[in-house]
């Protein structure tokens, strides 16, 4: 079955911190790959995205993800957090054209202390 | 932000009752997506629809129904709410091939 699984179910860290959060899948064939973070109370919002190509993946607000094939991992990273990066962070992925049909991991709540 | 509005935002009900949940959408997008979001399980699927009255079940469709008779809206229904369907529930949207999927703001259900 096709899962997706985070390994941090809660990360504190002080500002100026380095991030790292792992993601690992379990899929067959092509994957598509996404982190999502979600503020107290909001929605999500979409972080970054994996559909192709170079595997080193920026996105918003100084996040980056490296899609490493051959360990099924798709793990966020950040050099330098702020408080205000406090938030739960969400793993995604859809197999081939199964467009927006998402397994979600877990989430991992991130606490950054000033 | 994507143009998806969830109705209404937070709706309290009683066990047995029906309950409707509305997304519409303002991007003309094909597909959309009903999740609920509970701790510990993250996002899990509901039902899904590529278009136009053509809609199928996610992971988690038991007790729950859904309809799309116009391409702006996808309704959700609990036909008759239980406790275990307490949870936030998010509608999304995507216009498919190499397109993330877009949140609404969700709807938090409650049934006592």
């Known amino acids: 079955a096709q899962s997706v699984s985070q390994h941090n179910h809660h990360v504190i860290l002080s500002e100026a911190a380095s991030l790292e959060l792992g993601c690992n899948y379990s899929?067959?064939?092509?994957?598509?790959l996404f982190w999502y973070v979600q503020y107290p109370g909001q929605h999500l919002q979409l972080l970054l995205k994996?559909?192709?190509?170079?595997?080193l993946v920026k996105g918003i607000k100084g996040f980056e993800a490296e899609f490493i094939k051959s360990k099924f991992s798709f793990n966020l990273r950040k050099p330098s957090v702020q408080w205000s990066d406090t938030a739960e962070y969400f793993c995604?992925?859809?197999?081939?054209?199964?467009?927006?049909?998402?397994?979600f991991g877990q989430g991992t709540i991130l606490t950054v202390h000033p | 932000d994507a143009g998806i509005t969830q109705s209404p935002r937070h709706k309290v009900t009683e066990t047995g009752t029906p309950v409707t949940l509305r997304c519409h959408q303002t991007?003309?997008?094909?597909?959309m997506y009903w999740y609920r979001q509970d701790p510990g399980h993250g996002l899990r699927l509901i039902h899904y629809?590529?278009?136009?009255?053509?809609?199928d079940k996610g992971e988690v469709s038991d007790g729950y129904s859904v309809s799309r008779s116009k391409t702006e809206d996808f309704l959700l229904t609990l036909e008759s709410a239980t406790s275990s369907q307490t949870s936030v529930y998010f509608c999304?949207?995507?216009?498919?091939?190499?397109?993330?999927?877009?949140f609404g703001n969700g709807t938090r259900l409650t049934v006592t």
């Open positions: 995604a992925a859809y197999g081939g054209t199964s467009y927006g049909k998402l397994t």
């Open positions: 899929y067959g064939g092509t994957v598509n």
């Open positions: 991007e003309n997008h094909r597909y």
């Open positions: 994996y559909f192709s190509g170079d595997p």
């Open positions: 999304a949207i995507t216009a498919g091939y190499n397109s993330p999927l877009h």
């Open positions: 629809s590529y278009g136009v009255k053509d809609t």
